[in-house]
């Protein structure tokens, strides 16, 4: 949820008091009852509703060292700073290190665990970016759009994931289909980041190309 995912939820359970909290459930529906999560009644899902909400968990989570999402958060701001600096060795291997703390041995070797791994992973960008997943453009949709805030003196960027292909191969879906098109309207600098995984080859691990337009 931290990197905006709404979870799944089963509010049957909940017997409306602070004290029977007996699942994992329960404790996400009294948030919901308490105004920290948005509840989603036609999925059944919930989310965290806004930046500020967020920074509280961030916070809570820091303080407990929870399940390593907290030091994957700690990076986050330092993989930024390497992605608009154009170093996409220290990117790829940053996001290996976050892909590893953020999911479980069962849940790595899959496309959306990668995926959501790079929403954590970018998790600081919200201060600076609108981050839309699955970014409409025309000719298909971008995986990540980063669109700077208004005054924020930070390149856009386009991010496309591939899964035991190559980061080369994301970079070039990105012109081919022509996602940049999308921000046409964004006058600044525009980084298209190609990040991979090949699962069949764990010597080569993470690989990331970024590009400046």
Do not use: W
Request: glycine share 6%.
């Amino acid at each position: 949820m931290l990197g905006g995912i709404s979870v799944q939820i089963d509010t049957s359970t909940f017997q409306n008091d602070m004290i029977s909290m007996k699942s994992r459930d329960d404790v996400l529906t009294l948030l919901v009852h308490l105004g920290y999560l948005a509840y989603d009644e036609q999925e059944s899902e919930v989310r965290i509703p806004n930046l500020e909400i967020a920074d509280t968990f961030r916070t809570a989570v820091k303080e407990t060292n929870g399940a390593g999402v907290s030091e994957a958060l700690a990076e986050s701001e330092k993989l930024l700073k390497s992605t608009i600096a154009g170093d996409s060795d220290a990117v790829a291997e940053a996001l290996e290190n976050i892909h590893s703390a953020s999911c479980s041995a069962l849940e790595y070797n899959d496309e959306n665990s990668l995926s959501c791994a790079l929403t954590i992973a970018y998790y600081t960008a919200q201060n600076y970016y609108n981050i839309v997943r699955e970014f409409p453009t025309g000719k298909g949709f971008a995986d990540l759009a980063f669109i700077p805030h208004k005054n924020v003196d930070k390149p856009a960027m386009i991010v496309e994931l591939k899964y035991d292909k190559s980061a080369d191969a994301a970079n070039r879906q990105i012109k081919e289909r022509r996602y940049d098109g999308a921000l046409r309207n964004y006058g600044g600098e525009l980084l298209l980041v190609g990040i991979n995984y090949d699962s069949k080859n764990r010597t080569k691990k993470h690989e990331c190309v970024i590009e400046k337009v």
